[in-house]
């Protein structure tokens, strides 16, 4: 590892900063230094190093200048990373403007962006919930419409137990050997 490489881990097991430990990640890891090598080096998590190099790789230059102003979080420059690389401004911009929490914006990042559908399967949620008397929800995949999942919410183990006795047809998931 050349001194340049020593110096710059040196800096970065001495950093709080996720600005500063980002900017030393990316110089190592245009340098040629492995994450593995660099979580070692700098008793750093692997999984954090490989976070801001992900980031390294995977922002478009006005996200990632975003980020480095500070006006993105770490968890939201994480989030959008993994949007096409056309869409990263629009929605970290979006996100700035409107004061979107990371969860939010999470969420919105995972939902199924067929409105009709979406509608569709409100509807069918609410019609479920209605004849069920539980608490239904129905989620389309955010890229496949012809997947999904099935929510049952319950308030109470009374509840618990009566959506259990609906599903299995038992009282209780106990086995009774």
Request: with cysteine.
């Amino acid at each position: 590892m050349s001194r340049y490489q020593q110096s710059l881990l040196a800096q970065l097991k001495s950093t709080s900063s996720i600005i500063e430990q980002y900017e030393l990640v990316s110089d190592l890891v245009t340098d040629g230094v492995s994450c593995i090598a660099i979580a070692r080096q700098s008793g750093l998590a692997d999984y954090h190093i490989r976070h801001l190099a992900r980031l390294h790789h995977k922002l478009n230059a006005e996200v990632r200048a975003l980020f480095l102003q500070g006006k993105l979080s770490f968890s939201m420059a994480r989030a959008i990373a993994g949007l096409p690389n056309k869409q990263q401004e629009n929605v970290a911009r979006r996100t700035i403007a409107k004061g979107i929490s990371v969860q939010s914006l999470r969420m919105s990042l995972s939902e199924n962006q067929d409105k009709n559908l979406v509608r569709d399967l409100e509807r069918l949620s609410e019609q479920a919930s209605a004849l069920s008397g539980l608490d239904i929800t129905i989620i389309a995949d955010k890229n496949n419409s012809h997947a999904g999942s099935w929510v049952i919410r319950y308030s109470d183990l009374d509840m618990f137990d009566t959506i259990v006795e609906k599903i299995t047809g038992k009282a209780s998931l106990v086995d009774s050997d």
